[in-house]
């Protein structure tokens, strides 16, 4: 089945009600230019309400090791998400349990084989794509071409972001068959607020795609 991660969440209520109805991966923002993004100790409570039950992912933009492994300790974060211009040597100083993010712009004069070269400069079984917006590092709320990244999709755990909603999830899996879809802007009534019934939506979009393929 394809795995589905909400990134943003905020709130141990969100967090709670998400893991409810089947979301099996919450996305925790540390960068401070967002809406979406948690302190520490907000963190913490989130990790420890749901356990077991979902993994947590740590997103990061450009900051330290030392200061990405702090955070990792204090949270107990399954896993961290670098979602800057952190070079592979970053990420390679946090392997096993971390993966990189990588904008693919929109438009034309992009080609599958960039897009390849440029996954393949991160090492690690995951990677994430998102859309390239100027002044936005993630949510977004923008798709790109996921024809170029079918290809990534076949060797590789890809994580597909980038404007991911109940109305296109559907349609993702049948193009890209990603590992993981991830939604932030997609499952929200404002910046940093979850609508569960958007959530919901998303779930069954996703199962109901599963099932098709199966």
Known sequence: MTRI?????????????CVELGVDTLGLNFWPGTPRCVSVEEAWAIRRAVGEAAVTVGLFVDVTVDEIRRVREEVGLDWVQLHGHEPPEILDALLPRA???IRVPRGEGVTAAEVAQGCARYGGDRILVDASVAGMVGGTGQTFDWELVAEVAARRKLILAGGITSENAEAA???????????????ESAPGVKDIAKVRAFVEAV?????RAA
């Open 5 to 17: 991660k909400v990134c943003g969440i905020r709130t141990v209520h969100d967090a709670e009600r």
């Open 99 to 101: 993966y990189k993010a």
């Open 173 to 187: 899996i049948e193009t890209v068959h990603p590992w993981q879809l991830d939604s932030a802007s997609g499952v």
């Open 207 to 211: 199962r109901r795609a599963d099932e």
